[in-house]
């Protein structure tokens, strides 16, 4: 049975069931309300995506300032070089390619100082030979009459072309001339192909490069002057901080892996940025490469020479990436299924924990000797401890198979004896494994322990002991020159006497 019932909005469908229970019927929206619930669906879902697009950009802003006062350089050398077109006296000196000057600043600043003065001279040196060879090429073709011109134009951008097209895939052209090259190619066919119907080549020509070098000075000036970004400062910093993060790593797997019966409390334990920073390592191949290779174009800045030895920031870079292998091995080792009994583990915790702590000591030292550029005293020490605590663990892997507990036999022709022996060999197999990463680890950071003094011996790193030599040299001169004058005066009192 249905009854009717008025509600305040309307009337209001209700069906009284068998059981004495009611249900009412609403009526469907109609289109105009379902079409105005999905658009301010629609509306509220884009406020959000915005939203939450700005708080990663300010989150970007706030973490790394240096990205927003790069905007800022670059908005300001567009506008400077905008002036080439609004005010007329300088319009009047460049002609129409005033916009060349706009489009070589947009495509060449660079965050950093070096990618920015390479493309830079990438830029100026292929526009600048490629409008020479364009020019005279047009020469050769227009001194041939008007039936060879259009094929020796044609033949020659083909050629030219080719060449520099194929120079792009050698890895010494393509490692520092790249954008030259493809700067070339572009510049030389416009002019080529354009000198064909313009008269005044030569006219357009220097007022590209003109127009470019303006461009190209300006985004120098701006990056070298106005809080400078420099590649290979990047990457000193990078590569002592890889190795600090190298060193918690390891002291962090090992204490993990050791952490048997909850004996580490919960903020004894690592997090987990913390003891997973070799990934860092493993990823930054790229970063170093790039950063390798702009920064051998910077100029002398801070405590960087013109002939810093880059390249070897690259050899300490791969004997890190070396060692962060053999870290996520120990890594994996935490998360395997089989694990040694609780015994064999307290056995070899403490000189495991002892290589740990020697060995990242080793890796802090070398990233202090990295960060100061100064030679270490204490590196030599440090590596011996090293090698004495792997010595040690070799002692302990050594003796390990005697805590092996006999198998229990009744019958010694029966198959028992080598199923129980097995099983005793497979409960130490992991800690085994783990101790031999431990001393692989050792190895190969005595390996760039070695990479670094190579570091020191061609950037000419200062010993401490020089360094307080240096400062103590002021105060022994002032003694010297006192105990002269002392010498003097009483020269001169023995003449008067």
């Known amino acids: 049975m249905a009854h009717q019932e008025k509600a ?20 469907d929206a109609g289109p105009i309300s379902r079409i ?19 708080m990663r950009a300010w989150d970007i802003g706030v973490d790394d300032p240096r990205k927003v006062i790069h905007c800022l350089k670059v908005g300001m050398a567009l506008t400077v070089v905008s002036l080439f077109y609004f005010m007329r006296p300088l319009y009047k000196g460049v002609g129409g390619n005033a916009m060349w000057a706009i489009m070589t600043v947009v495509v060449v600043f660079e965050n950093t100082v070096g990618a920015t003065i390479c493309k830079s001279l990438n830029r100026v040196f292929g526009t600048t030979l490629a409008g020479f060879l364009a020019f005279g090429v047009h020469w050769v073709a227009s001194q041939s009459g008007q039936e060879f011109e259009p094929l020796i134009t044609g033949a020659s951008v083909f050629l030219l072309a080719s060449t520099a097209t194929f120079s792009r895939f050698i890895p010494s052209v393509k490692a520092r001339f790249d954008y030259g090259a493809m700067i070339f190619i572009l510049t030389f066919s416009l002019v080529t192909v354009s000198g064909y119907r313009v008269d005044k080549l030569f006219d357009m ?98 405590r960087f020479n013109f002939k810093h030895p880059w390249q070897q920031y690259l050899k300490i870079g791969a004997s890190m ?16 299924e089989n694990q040694a009994p609780e015994f064999t583990k307290k056995h070899l915790s403490n ?46 892997l050594n003796f390990l198979p005697k805590l092996l507990s006999p198998p229990e036999v ?6 028992e004896t080598e199923t129980t022996s097995t099983t005793h060999l497979l409960e130490v197999i992991p800690v085994v494994t783990f101790a031999s990463l431990m001393i692989e680890i050792s190895s190969r950071i005595q390996a760039i322990a070695e990479t ?9 790193f200062k010993g401490e002991a020089q360094e307080k030599a240096k400062q103590n040299q002021p105060d022994t001169n002032r003694i010297v020159a006192s105990r002269l004058n002392d010498d003097q005066q009483t020269m001169k009192a023995l003449e008067r006497v």
């Open 8 to 27: 305040t909005r309307g009337v209001e469908w209700r069906i009284t069931l068998g059981d004495g229970s009611s249900k009412s019927l609403v009526p």
């Open 452 to 460: 670094v003094e190579e570091l020191a011996e061609l950037a000419e």
């Open 410 to 415: 009744l019958h010694p022709e029966s198959k």
């Open 205 to 302: 020509a220097h007022q590209r490069i003109s127009t470019i070098i303006i461009g190209t000075s300006l985004c120098t000036l701006v990056t070298m002057f106005i809080c400078p970004i420099w590649a290979g400062e990047e990457l000193h910093i990078l590569i002592s901080r890889n190795m600090d993060k190298l060193a918690n790593s390891l002291d962090g797997c090992v204490d993990e892996h050791f952490n048997f019966n909850g004996e580490l409390k919960d903020s004894d334990k690592q997090p987990d940025k913390k003891l997973l920073g070799y990934k860092c390592v493993l990823s930054s191949k790229a970063t170093e490469e790039s950063m390798a290779k702009f920064a051998r174009w910077e100029p002398a800045h801070g």
């Open 36 to 54: 105005w619930i999905g658009l301010k669906g629609l509306i509220a879902g884009l406020v959000l995506k915005v939203w939450k697009f700005l």
């Open 321 to 336: 990436r070396s060692c962060a292998y053999c870290v996520e091995a120990l890594n994996r080792c935490i998360d395997s």
């Open 351 to 396: 000189i495991c924990l002892k290589v740990s702590s020697n060995s990242s000591s080793v890796i802090k030292e070398v990233a202090k000797t990295i960060k100061t550029m100064k030679r270490s005293p204490s590196i030599d020490f440090l590596v011996e401890e090293m090698r004495s605590a792997v010595q040690d663990l070799q002692n302990e």
